[in-house]
């Protein structure tokens, strides 16, 4: 038995089905690896759970103290110093103007860089754009966050701004920008590219230049693909860290400035934890708080994103 | 003269001008992506490259003597994070990833667990670090220790795994599985000999891709206290251990049970300093990480190449 055992675990043949126990035990591991199986794809399950579950549950406290009305709508945010607040309206501005910054970035040269590759392109430059741009998105952030503080403000935003604060919330936007690129070129291209042969052929037919095509044609069918594009490149943005944390600074203001200095929600996260804050201060549970809200906009902005996806999916395949 | 005709006026020339223009205008943005990252690389070579040596690989951190400062702590610590986070997230994401394809039935439970994967994904690395941070650290284990770190990682890049090995599972032909069936086979032996050779480029162009993700996350491990000012590299044989059973144990618990930093935190910490040394020291280390990362990168965009030109089907 013992020496059948590991036999039949590890699949391996002498485990023929010719003898009744071998059979048995052919099930058996059938059933065993079917319930690991599961519970590998449960883990899944039990991430998303477990997020929601911590974040919820340990900003209890933080919502003893603050009402979430307050904390949603007050315009001060100061947990670390007295008098405290806790309002976390000016880390959402950060976030917001960071965001909508590195889509004024992205937009643009994102779309503009696929609409060159699917329609314009030599084959070769298609083949090989694709890869080269993720080459983009694979760069860690703390390196876009080094290049920001470095190279950006000084060399570049101070040059044409000399009030340029040293951290601000413009070259942050510019590296966040430049790292979802990527997520926007990629999926527009896939969106192109979905668009069917026959309608580009058909406005040629009636005497439509290539322009006409990409912008009237090509962009309006793929509109939803685009949509999606920039959601996602959104929550990425909303999402970032530690680029965010290099460049813009920690001081939590209500201000649209970019070149200020801003504090966003991601930053604030990482500076209570700099300061090894011990469990069970309200400033502990701030953490979850901010988490909490960070987690509900990208939560809110993904899902957005996957139904138009779905809808541009049902179109034409 | 009809209506149209008098209305219509085609405008060649300027339309065909506009074109060109927009053409133009596309490619500059394209050539403005590409000019951005060679200028980043050109940056950090020329700020780091000077202080690449063998020393500065071998040395640990110093913030008294930055002229002799080194990696040595941070490498390690990235070394072992990436071999843990392998060893839990790969067999757990291609466990997860052959269950979805092979086993489950499609419903409505599946329709909710593949919303859930394509949402894990989307979730800003921090949240990981926010969770690792409640549920590994303060609760599970008790320390800031480098499996807590693994753990996290590994939650981090398993929705990552999964999306890749499914995509591989699902390329490859219904017909190969209905021949295994066909003389006999179980589900298992029919995945576990015929599937999963056939997916398994495809599946390590993934795991690959994820690893060089979770090799550059910063913020995660922040969360979980890795910016501890650490020396020692984890893993450091010393005279106490033995070379029995015993004593390797004792090591590999010690080693998963320390405190750690990783490349990217080092990167970090060094960079976030005013002192213009430190900032040289930076570039110095994410040199070297690129280098590791675009490794990585070539390496699986190699074994996709190697796949497509060697098709079992």
Sequence with gaps: MSGILPWALAGNDRARGDGGVLIYLRKARETLIHGVLLLCALVSVATTLGIIFVLVHQSIPLFREVSPWDFLTGTRWAPLLEPRSYGVLPLIAGTGLIAAGALLVAVPIGLCTSLYLSEYAPGWVRQGGKPFLEILAGIPTVVYGYFALVFITPEVLRRVFPQTEIFNGASAAIVVGIMVIPTISSLCDDAFRAVPRSLREAAYAVSATKLEVSTRIVLPAAMSGVMAAILLALARAIGETMAVVLAAGMTPKLTFNPLESMQTMTAYIVQVSLGDTPAGTIEYHTIFGVGLTLFAITLVINLLAQRVLRRFREVYE | MSVAATLFRPRLGRRRWLGIVFQALCLVAGLVAVAILVLLLVHVAGQGWPLVSWRFLTSPPSQLDPENAGIWAALLGTVWL???????????????????????????????????????????????????????????????????????????????????????????????????????????????????????????????????RAIGETAPLIMLGALTFVRFAPGQWTGEYSFTPAGLWAWLTRSLDSQFTALPIQIYNWASQPDDVFRRLAAAAILVLLVVLLSMNALAAGIRAWQQRHRMW
């Design chain 2, 82 to 212: 990436m071999a843990l986070t392998a060893l839990i997230a790969v067999p757990t994401g291609i466990g997860a990833a052959i269950y979805l394809e092979e086993y489950a039935r499609r419903g409505r439970f599946m329709q909710v667990i593949h919303l859930n994967i394509a949402n894990l994904a989307g979730v800003p690395s921090i949240v990981y670090g926010i969770l690792g941070l409640a549920v590994f650290v303060r609760w599970l284990l008790g320390s800031r220790s480098l499996l807590a770190g693994a753990l996290t990682m590994s939650l981090l890049i398993l929705p990552v795994i999964i999306i890749a090995a499914r995509e591989a599972l699902r390329a490859v032909p219904k017909s190969i599985r209905e021949a295994a069936y066909a003389v006999g086979a179980t589900r298992w032996q029919t995945v576990r000999h015929h599937v999963l050779p056939a997916a398994l480029p495809g599946i390590m162009t993934g795991i690959i891709l994820a690893l060089s």
